[in-house]
């Protein structure tokens, strides 16, 4: 069992899926001169001003789905809420969640006219919802979920999951048992809920104020997807916590919720087999390389993040059998994903003496500490962490 490599490393504070976009190149800049007087501004729909956000990128996506529509509406509802969170310095401005066309995995927070956007790719949700569904479907995974005997074995047609949608992806494998079907959309739509939370985290913490005000350095580009990442992960388990404590879910979906550690094991099923998209990367990069932290870095990052969250919540996650039931569930989501991509596995980031040798971790979090949280200041909606 190799899960337990990372146990007993240090802890690292909590820090952040985002692809920034480019710098926008006006705010507001509406203001038209026509013979020789200011006209006044422009006033444009918020559809207008979130096509203007993903110009670069894709049209809006103007008929969804019924489950790209329930994911907006969870995030809507998030929103919503957002001033009841603990620790809320002053109300959002309006914040507008919505799909664009095209077949990149693509997700980004963005402004305009005083108001955030979070634009999402289509394909995000294609593939997802392909990448859990085609997990679930072989027999030989996640044996403790529904009727694992009722799947048959399969070789993979997809090859290798990126971050396009392949055109192999349109030969949609479904589990044939309906608790393991329930399942794999209950996981797809923490998945997508993660995105949304991840880039809610650029929203609330400043993140995207900061970067449209100031000349930022990739290392602290990095250090805010970190910190997104890993304040999205406790904001979302401790909703997960919350479900269960309420008991209130619908009959068929009960057994998603029977007990804390489920709720955290799933929770960590969708962050990290999402973070495998990206496939391993570079992972021994050195700091400010690139925008984002490798994958596997995410990886062990989020996995030191849910062992902190453990340690604050004790009476209700016990660490040393909730880390055995998160090494189980990312040996399946490892195992499951290489039978379908062929993908192997390098445990290697998640060795200690890997971990002492790559300064990265370290790295962001001293650049948060030194640096990036004085910067946040004066543009976060919500205290920053000490
Ligand atoms: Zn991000």
Request: hydrophobic share 40%; proline share 6%.
């Amino acid at each position: 069992m190799w899960f337990p490599f990372f146990r007993g490393l240090k802890y690292c504070k909590p820090r952040s899926f985002a692809f920034f976009p480019k710098k926008i190149r006006s705010q507001t800049a509406y203001i038209h001169i026509f013979r020789g007087m200011a006209q006044p501004p422009i006033s444009l729909t918020n559809e207008e001003l979130f096509e203007e956000v993903t110009q670069d990128h894709g049209p809006r996506l103007k008929d969804l789905n019924g489950l790209d529509c329930m994911y907006k509406s969870d995030a809507e509802k998030a929103i919503a809420s957002h001033h009841k969170f603990p620790g809320i310095i002053h109300t959002l401005p309006e914040i507008h969640y919505d799909f664009f066309e095209n077949n990149l995995f693509e997700a980004f927070a963005d402004k305009r006219s005083n108001k955030y956007f979070i634009a999402i790719s289509v394909s995000v949700s294609l593939i997802l919802f392909d990448l859990f569904h085609r997990m679930l479907s072989h027999p030989g995974v996640f044996k403790n979920i529904g009727n694992a005997t009722e799947e048959e074995e399969y070789v993979s047609p997809t090859g290798r999951y990126n971050l396009e949608l392949i055109p192999a992806m349109t030969s949609f494998k479904a589990p044939k048992n309906a608790d393991r079907c329930t399942y794999a959309g209950h996981i797809t739509r923490l998945a997508m809920r993660y995105i949304f939370e991840h880039e809610f985290s650029h929203i609330l913490f400043g993140h995207v104020d900061y970067h449209l005000s100031n000349s930022l350095t990739l290392l602290d580009y990095q250090t805010l997807e970190m910190d997104a990442d890993c304040t999205a992960i406790a904001r979302f388990s401790n909703l997960q916590m919350d479900l269960v404590e309420m008991n209130n879910a619908p009959e068929f979906q009960k057994f998603l919720y029977r007990d804390y550690h489920q709720a955290i094991c799933d929770l960590v099923f969708a962050i990290y087999t999402t973070y495998l998209v990206f496939g391993d990367g570079d992972f021994k990069n050195i700091p400010g390389s690139s925008s984002h932290p490798e994958p596997r870095i995410r990886q062990l990052m989020a996995l030191m993040t849910f062992e902190k969250i453990a340690q604050i919540n004790s009476t209700k996650l016990q660490w040393g059998q909730l880390s055995h039931d998160i090494g189980e569930t990312i040996g399946d989501a490892e195992k499951a994903y290489h039978l379908i991509t062929g993908a192997t596995f390098n445990p290697e980031p998640f060795n200690p003496e890997f971990y002492a040798k790559n300064p990265l971790p370290q790295t962001l979090l001293d650049n948060w500490a030194l640096k990036v949280r004085k910067g946040l200041h004066r543009y976060t909606y919500k205290e920053l962490a000490p």
